[in-house]
């Protein structure tokens, strides 16, 4: 039976791709750069991020000299795109759901905890979470750590691996799920193109999170 369950933030909780589009095609024209689209972007976008910078276009001298820049921007404009932005459709339902049947909940993302925090209180969600596993605003740029931070969390957690299933929007959940030897739930519609999921393999594949449900019920 599952016990915890661990949540990718953007994307997974939060319906924030389109925002991040949006907020990206400013920055990438405010650095010379051309604005991909939501296509575009959900084939090329990656973790760490100055990876999916240089898949964009940008060259390492670009990242060297305008990385803190770029983060600083990318902040700046986020946040205030995304003050009223909702829960995934069905979120609510999957935390009560969770909730009801004292599932624990974490969320584990390359997000900042501020960010996070800020957005949780917001929307009256903070409660359905023991524990938010992110990063300071200074780190976003950061080396690939979310496998890591999920090792470190299962090696933690009194709970045993097939009690752990996470939920993320990207191969980068499945590939840490992978490092951390628990069983992981891709969804599409966020940030990674359905094809992408696809080819990393998950162990399951849903088109919205209520989804869960009967999956968390047949472990």
């Known amino acids: 039976m599952i016990k915890l369950v661990v949540f990718d933030w953007n994307g997974v909780l939060i319906a924030d791709a389109a925002a991040t589009v949006a907020v990206d095609k400013e920055l990438f024209k405010a650095f010379g750069h ?3 689209d939501m296509k575009t972007y959900r084939e090329i ?4 991020i100055k990876e999916f910078f240089f898949a964009a276009g940008f060259t390492r001298a670009e990242m060297e000299r305008d990385a803190v820049r770029i983060q600083e921007m990318f902040h700046k404009l986020y946040e205030p795109r995304i003050a009223k932005i909702r829960t995934r459709t069905g979120a609510r339902k999957l935390l009560g759901y969770l909730k009801t049947k004292h599932i624990d909940a974490v969320i584990l993302s390359n997000h900042t905890i501020e960010g996070i925090t800020v957005q949780l209180r ?3 969600i903070e409660g359905y979470f023991s524990n938010i596993i992110a990063n300071d605003k200074h780190t976003t740029m950061a080396r690939k750590n979310k496998g890591e931070k999920l090792v470190e969390l299962v090696g933690k957690s009194h ?3 097939e009690e752990i299933i996470i939920i993320g929007d990207s191969t980068e959940e499945i590939e840490a799920a992978r490092m951390a030897g628990i069983k992981c739930i891709s969804i599409t519609g966020g940030y990674y193109s359905t094809r992408r999921l696809k080819a990393g393999k998950p162990d399951f594949l849903i088109n ?3 989804q869960m449900i009967a999956i968390i019920q047949s472990l």
């Open 122 to 124: 917001r929307l009256g």
């Open 159 to 161: 709970h045993k691996k």
């Open 45 to 48: 976008f990656t973790m760490p």
């Open 208 to 210: 919205s999170l209520p």
């Open 34 to 36: 051309e604005p991909l």
